[in-house]
């Protein structure tokens, strides 16, 4: 079973690759405002994380994801379910 | 911050487009002369941004029977079906989609939007999943929303997806309503149907169809990608509108489960509405039998969507994936381009709709066309001439 922080670390990889502009993300680094995307884009990046972890994240905890790490605890929630 | 700041970005938004001279989003129909034309901003034009497929609005037959149900049992119900009765012609009505379909249980709503909503809301419950299209139609996003249940999206029409998230939920697979539509309303393509059901039976998970823009467009009878694919048994809860092809203002299920009669006592879209008028009722039944024997209309209707889709294709437009009578043009993501180009078509007597993200499967502005059985060559060919011109004008064209 993968720790929260081991989550957090591919997530940000995961990030890394898909998004160019995320150089410099960590952990507090909000999806939409500082990546600079928009809701459609997260929602389709979001399909990548699903896959990269095999979770499926139900829409209804996404207004509680703001950033990188809400995201990790969410996939590390599903992980352990 | 007051309860009313919120508003704030949304007028500025509106102020934008009244500055461009142009409002997309509400557009006054001055005179509606038949299924086709209509007076806009004084001037008469073709509508090709309609859903009226069947063409069956200004019907005689149609129109005579509201008109006497109007006078026999008035303007309105006055209240919901189950705290102040139920007419006759709702119960016959909902026989009549029964036996339509062939399947024992139907019900009717107010609407094909309330018709997603009672569904959504009611069948699946805390424990359980939906597992809808991402390109599904607002209503049934917003039918998710009033559901206790967790809801989860797949890729748009991406069977292998579908399945390796029902694979995800193990047993809970078994608890899942899986959603999809027959045409989906922006590209006006299809869901693969056959596969979906073979992969939602293999998971013992259920499967909801709207029909919403294929009912009296696709299947020799016209009751939809259900019909057109042979699984009309196979799909658990099919649902629709009346404000399509049939014309009219309203909703439907239909089941081969009673589960959906049980529905309409816990259902808050069902029970906390006033019922149909009775004219819209009279009309609708009417419009049903059109359509089940609408054959002609039917050739008609993709006859027109052939001409259209292969005039636009000829003339360089990006359309949608596969031909149907919905026709988007894809355009760019300059909404203000897109909107010159919108404008410009209906100053030329050219109705369409200009629809811009987020209400779009992509990031692009698109000009969502549709056609009508009652649309003729003639017309089709004005509107195809139309779009060459402005398409030239705005450098668009091949």
């Given at each position: 079973?993968?720790?929260?922080?081991?989550?957090?670390?591919?997530?940000?990889?995961?990030?890394?690759?898909?998004?160019?502009?995320?150089?410099?993300?960590?952990?507090?680094?909000?999806?939409?405002?500082?990546?600079?995307?928009?809701?459609?884009?997260?929602?389709?990046?979001?399909?990548?994380?699903?896959?990269?972890?095999?979770?499926?994240?139900?829409?209804?905890?996404?207004?509680?994801?703001?950033?990188?790490?809400?995201?990790?605890?969410?996939?590390?929630?599903?992980?352990?379910? | 911050?007051?309860?009313?700041?919120?508003?704030?970005?949304?007028?500025?938004?509106?102020?934008?487009?009244?500055?461009?001279?142009?409002?997309?989003?509400?557009?006054?129909?001055?005179?509606?002369?038949?299924?086709?034309?209509?007076?806009?901003?004084?001037?008469?034009?073709?509508?090709?941004?309609?859903?009226?497929?069947?063409?069956?609005?200004?019907?005689?037959?149609?129109?005579?029977?509201?008109?006497?149900?109007?006078?026999?049992?008035?303007?309105?119900?006055?209240?919901?079906?189950?705290?102040?009765?139920?007419?006759?012609?709702?119960?016959?009505?909902e026989?009549?989609f029964a036996?339509f379909y062939?399947l024992?249980y139907s019900v009717v709503f107010s609407a094909g939007y309330l018709a997603n909503l009672a569904l959504l809301s009611t069948l699946?419950?805390?424990?359980?999943?939906i597992?809808i299209?991402?390109?599904c139609h607002?209503s049934i996003?917003d039918g998710c929303?009033?559901?206790?249940?967790?809801?989860?999206?797949?890729?748009?029409?991406?069977?292998?997806?579908?399945?390796?998230?029902?694979?995800?939920?193990?047993?809970?697979?078994?608890?899942?309503l899986v959603v999809v539509e027959g045409i989906?309303s922006?590209?006006?393509?299809?869901a693969?149907?056959?596969?979906?059901?073979?992969?939602?039976?293999?998971?013992?998970?259920f499967l909801m169809v709207d029909e919403a823009h294929s009912l009296?467009?696709?299947?020799?009878?016209?009751r939809g990608l259900v019909?057109?694919?042979?699984?009309t048994?196979?799909a658990d809860f099919i649902v629709g509108t009346f404000s399509k092809s049939l014309?009219?203002?309203g909703g439907y299920c239909v089941s081969?489960h009673?589960?959906l009669?049980?529905l309409r006592?816990?259902a808050?879209p069902y029970?906390?509405?006033?019922?149909?008028?009775?004219?819209?009722?009279?009309?609708?039944?009417?419009?049903?039998?059109?359509?089940?024997?609408?054959?002609?209309?039917?050739?008609?209707?993709?006859?027109?969507?052939?001409?259209?889709?292969?005039?636009?294709?000829?003339?360089?437009?990006?359309?949608?994936?596969?031909?149907?009578?919905?026709?988007?043009?894809?355009?760019?993501?300059?909404?203000?381009?897109?909107?010159?180009?919108?404008?410009?078509?209906?100053?030329?007597?050219?109705?369409?709709?200009?629809?811009?993200?987020?209400?779009?499967?992509?990031?692009?502005?698109?000009?969502?066309?549709?056609?009508?059985?009652?649309?003729?060559?003639?017309?089709?060919?004005?509107?195809?001439?139309?779009?060459?011109?402005?398409?030239?004008?705005?450098?668009?064209?091949?």
């Open positions: 079973m993968k720790t929260y922080q081991q989550v957090l670390e591919e997530l940000l990889q995961t990030f890394r690759t898909l998004v160019p502009q995320a150089t410099e993300i960590d952990e507090d680094t909000e999806l939409v405002g500082s990546l600079g995307l928009d809701s459609m884009k997260v929602m389709n990046l979001l399909q990548e994380v699903e896959d990269h972890f095999d979770v499926s994240i139900p829409l209804n905890v996404l207004p509680d994801v703001r950033t990188v790490g809400d995201l990790a605890q969410k996939i590390h929630k599903q992980l352990q379910d | 911050m007051t309860l009313l700041d919120k508003f704030r970005p949304l007028q500025e938004a509106r102020d934008q487009l009244k500055a461009l001279g142009a409002d997309p989003f509400n557009v006054v129909v001055e005179k509606i002369l038949s299924p086709t034309e209509a007076i806009v901003n004084g001037r008469q034009v073709i509508l090709a941004g309609t859903n009226n497929y069947l063409g069956l609005t200004f019907h005689p037959e149609c129109i005579e029977a509201a008109v006497r149900a109007l006078r026999e049992e008035g303007c309105g119900t006055t209240g919901s079906r189950m705290a102040n009765g139920n007419y006759v012609d709702h119960q016959a009505l026989r009549e036996e062939g024992p699946p419950g805390a424990d359980d999943v597992l299209d991402a390109d607002a996003y929303k009033m559901s206790a249940a967790e809801v989860i999206r797949f890729r748009h029409n991406d069977v292998a997806d579908l399945d390796k998230r029902l694979r995800r939920l193990k047993d809970r697979a078994r608890c899942t989906y922006m590209f006006g393509d299809r693969p149907l056959r596969e979906i059901v073979e992969v939602k039976d293999r998971y013992g998970a009296g467009v696709l299947g020799e009878q016209g019909e057109a694919e042979g699984v048994e196979r014309g009219a203002i081969s009673q589960a009669d049980t006592y816990a808050r029970i906390f509405t006033a019922s149909s008028s009775p004219a819209q009722i009279a009309s609708t039944r009417v419009a049903l039998r059109l359509l089940r024997d609408g054959r002609e209309l039917r050739r008609r209707l993709w006859d027109n969507a052939e001409r259209f889709y292969n005039g636009l294709k000829a003339l360089g437009c990006t359309l949608g994936p596969q031909l149907s009578p919905v026709v988007p043009v894809i355009l760019s993501e300059d909404r203000a381009d897109s909107l010159a180009v919108w404008k410009e078509l209906l100053e030329r007597g050219v109705y369409v709709n200009l629809v811009m993200p987020p209400a779009t499967p992509d990031h692009r502005c698109l000009l969502r066309c549709s056609m009508s059985a009652a649309h003729t060559p003639a017309q089709i060919d004005r509107l195809l001439d139309t779009f060459a011109q402005v398409f030239a004008a705005h450098g668009l064209s091949a």
